[in-house]
């Protein structure tokens, strides 16, 4: 089973200097001066139980990039399992390319969608954290 979210609209920063070193009871602590290189997408999907990411950035937010995302957790899953997936109400998730997607691949069981989006709350939870391999300072 895999819980599926994405988070749009993330500022792609490049700041003048690295992160200031963090002490405990510290927050981080950045340069006042950037450079804003627009937006991103990002579009998560955590194993249930393996815990195992697969992850991909888009510049866009649409089903086109989603579709896209669908295809890549088709190719990082071994053929013999059946993937379950669990998303919110998302209309991304519930356009007609999304649907005919999920129809034509039986080892792609229909999408459970959560009207409060409860299910996929691990899925939500993981994009919040902070990438720790990308800044050591954390």
Request: hydrophobic share 35%; aromatic share 6%.
């Amino acid at each position: 089973m895999l819980c599926v979210d994405e988070k749009s609209q993330i500022q792609v920063l490049d700041h003048s200097q690295p992160a200031l070193p963090r002490r405990p009871g510290q927050i981080e602590r950045r340069s006042h001066d950037y450079v804003r290189h627009g937006t991103l997408s990002l579009f998560a999907a955590l194993g249930a139980a393996t815990g195992k990411i697969i992850r991909r950035c888009f510049k866009r937010h649409r089903a086109h990039e989603f579709l896209k995302f669908l295809r890549e957790i088709e190719a990082n899953v071994p053929r013999d399992l059946d993937i379950h997936t669990v998303m919110d109400n998302y209309a991304t998730h519930k356009t007609s390319a999304i649907r005919n997607f999920f129809l034509k691949r039986p080892p792609l069981a229909q999408p459970f969608r959560s009207d409060g989006g409860v299910v996929a709350q691990p899925g939500r939870a993981l994009l919040r954290q902070p990438d720790r391999k990308a800044d050591p300072a954390r």
